[in-house]
């Protein structure tokens, strides 16, 4: 199995402030990574997909980089609606290990 | 517009049985692989199996090979998840999600998700 490591695992910050949250794989995944938004009682919400493809609909404000085994969500001016728990998963191969979750919380 | 609605959760004993149903519409459904992804009470999110856009290929986590059988008819818009021998953590929020592609490995990620129904296995 691919494991996925997200750092950190909690972060608090401020509306407005620039936001990276980090995704390591044990092995190469080339780009096949994917970063969701969940928040409390809802759905995953799919933000990122191929590592650095913005979802149709999804604010221009996230965006994501990297390849191989190096991976990064980036939300550039957090906005109230952003607080959530981040999630990275990789389609690389199976199972579709996710990460463990960033939860982003208000400071 | 793309729905995903989950049915068939509850309750049952360990050792238990229970038949997860999604039904799809909005989109072709064939063309497109399906996957069911759990989330335990207060936990992350945790892969459990996927499907290829035709049914022909199937892949499961480890944690529930042996036991669970994905499965999907394509006449009739539906994924399913056959669920035996059920554990006390096998309880979570199990969700029907769509993949972007027919294929399940070497895959993009899965654009829309159901709103979860609740599995608890408890006596």
């Known amino acids: 199995d691919i494991q996925m490591t997200q750092s950190p695992s909690s972060l608090s910050a401020s509306v407005g402030d620039r936001v990276t949250i980090t995704c390591r794989a044990r092995?190469?995944?080339?780009?096949?990574l994917n970063w969701y938004q969940q928040k409390p009682g809802k759905a995953p919400k799919l933000l990122i997909y191929?590592?650095?493809s913005l979802q149709s609909g999804v604010p221009s404000r996230f965006s994501g980089s990297g390849s191989g085994t190096h991976f990064t969500l980036t939300i550039s001016s957090l906005q109230p609606e952003d607080f959530a728990t981040y999630y990275c998963?990789?389609?690389?191969?199976?199972?579709?290990?996710f990460g463990q979750g960033t939860k982003l919380e208000i400071k | 517009e793309v729905q995903l609605l989950e049915s068939g959760g509850g309750l049952v004993q360990p050792g238990g049985s229970l038949r997860l149903s999604c039904a799809a519409s909005?989109?072709?459904?064939?063309?497109?692989?399906m996957s069911w992804v759990r989330q335990a009470p207060g936990k992350g999110l945790e892969w459990v199996s996927a499907?290829?856009?035709?049914?022909?290929?199937?892949f499961y986590a480890d944690s529930v090979k042996g036991r669970f059988t994905i499965s999907r008819d394509n006449s009739k818009n539906t994924l399913y998840l056959q669920m035996d021998s059920l554990r006390a953590d096998d309880t979570a929020v199990y969700y029907c999600?769509?993949?972007?592609?027919?294929?399940?490995?070497?895959?993009?990620?899965?654009?829309?998700w159901g709103q979860g129904t609740l599995v608890t296995v408890s006596s």
């Open positions: 999600a769509k993949s972007q592609d027919f294929v399940v490995v070497v895959a993009a990620g899965c654009d829309y």
């Open positions: 909005g989109f072709t459904f064939s063309s497109y692989a």
């Open positions: 499907v290829s856009g035709s049914g022909g290929i199937s």
């Open positions: 092995q190469t995944i080339t780009n096949f």
């Open positions: 191929a590592a650095s």
């Open positions: 998963q990789q389609t690389y191969n199976t199972p579709h290990t």
